[in-house]
């Protein structure tokens, strides 16, 4: 039985086989664990059932980042992510019309642009005590 917690560092270079075989031995474990505890043996199995459960939890992370990082990679060049793998953001900027559906305009508004564009116009500035017109 390996009682001792298990750091995730050492977790992160091994294989999906060697991670799965990992987490079978330590459910088996915590399962005789539990069943010590029932029985009635000492209280020392809490602290190690505790230990277990966080080193079963941490199995589990990298069993997991590691398959979604696999996923990333297949779904990389793809037209469409699935939905876990897109950014979060907020609803409200998943909801907002992309860069492109924003700029479109359409045939009547550049029609409007085109034959009454935007005036130009020159405003003189006048500032008192100060007289422009005369150059002096």
Do not use: C
């Amino acid at each position: 039985m390996s009682a001792a917690k298990v750091k995730t560092g050492q977790l992160w270079g091994k294989n999906k086989d060697d991670l799965k075989k990992q987490l079978v031995d330590l459910k088996t474990e915590l399962g005789q664990l539990r069943v010590q505890k029932i029985s009635g043996g000492n209280a020392s199995k809490l602290t190690k059932i505790h230990d277990l459960r966080k080193s079963i939890a941490r199995v589990l992370t990298v069993i997991n980042a590691n398959q979604r990082s696999q996923l990333r990679i297949f779904y990389q060049n793809k037209k469409y992510l699935p939905l876990d793998l897109r950014p979060k953001r907020t609803r409200a900027i998943r909801r907002r019309l992309t860069k492109h559906e924003a700029s479109r305009v359409t045939e009547k508004q550049r029609k409007k642009k085109t034959h009454f564009p935007q005036r130009k116009y020159a405003v003189k500035v006048r500032l008192p005590g100060l007289d422009l017109v005369s150059g002096s």
